[in-house]
């Protein structure tokens, strides 16, 4: 089942009235359950792209498709919808709320959509100890390594058991060993859950086992690798 499709989008950026055209032209579909990655230079386009898929930031032209809707003509209301409940977002900085504990930042989507309190506790406990925090559930983000800070931020995620998650280099200020954990985690909860995945990444098993490659290039897709 076709979950996103983006249609010829292009994303122009405008500083002191010179155009910076940071997408130019991508189209490609996401299948239910797909990991996909995209890699390509640092100022390539990749987080712009994830932002437009994401119902982050509208495109300078062409759609962006969820489910046959486009996304950018749904009401703001719709949208924020969408975001909170079909949509999760891991970013290279894990943007956890400090005076919150980590159980507490990852029951965050789930109070925002105003789900079941028991139910939230329960499933934030559930994923924290998939992720190896159980002991770490009281913890504060200042009181956590980066490593656990990202699994917390994974977590959160897939709080309100998204469709697919977008993550933008997440383990991007971690060392290797402690960005692979990360990267397990992300990988083996999204292939358990059928999640789909659409991540900016380096980290290469991931792009191995990745069903798409896509790299970009100065705003395009100059490569393309299916894994069928
Ligand atoms: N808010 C903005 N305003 C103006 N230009 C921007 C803005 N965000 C990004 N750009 C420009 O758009 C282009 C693409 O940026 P983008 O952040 O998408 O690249 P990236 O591939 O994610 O890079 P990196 O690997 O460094 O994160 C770059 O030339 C960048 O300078
Ligand atoms: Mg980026």
Known sequence: ???????????????????????????????????IVIVGSSGSGKSTLL??????????????????????????????????????FVFQFHYLISELTA?????LPARIARKKINET??????????????????????????GEQQRVAVCRALMNQPEVIFADEPTGNLDIKTAEGVHDVLW??????????VVVTHYEPLTQRADHVL??????????????
Not at 123 to 138: F, H, I, T, W
Not at 188 to 197: A, D, E, H, W, Y
């Open 188 to 197: 083996n909860l999204c292939q358990k859950t059928g999640t789909s995945l």
């Open 121 to 146: 506790v329960k499933r934030a406990e559930e994923l924290l100890e998939q992720v190896g925090m159980k002991d770490r559930m009281n913890h504060k983000p200042g009181e956590l390594s980066g």
């Open 103 to 107: 159980r507490e930042n990852v029951m």
């Open 215 to 228: 790299t970009l290039n100065e705003g395009m897709v100059i490569k393309k690798r299916s894994l069928n």
């Open 51 to 88: 932002t437009l898929l994401g119902g982050l930031l509208k495109p300078s032209r062409g759609k962006v498709l969820y489910k046959q809707q486009s996304l950018y003509t749904l009401s703001n209301g719709r949208l924020s919808i969408i975001r909170n409940q079909v949509f999760g």
């Open 1 to 35: 089942m076709e979950l996103l499709r983006v249609e010829n989008v292009f994303k122009s950026y405008y500083l002191n009235k010179q155009e910076i055209q940071a997408v130019k032209g991508i189209s490609f579909s996401i299948e239910a359950g797909d990991i």
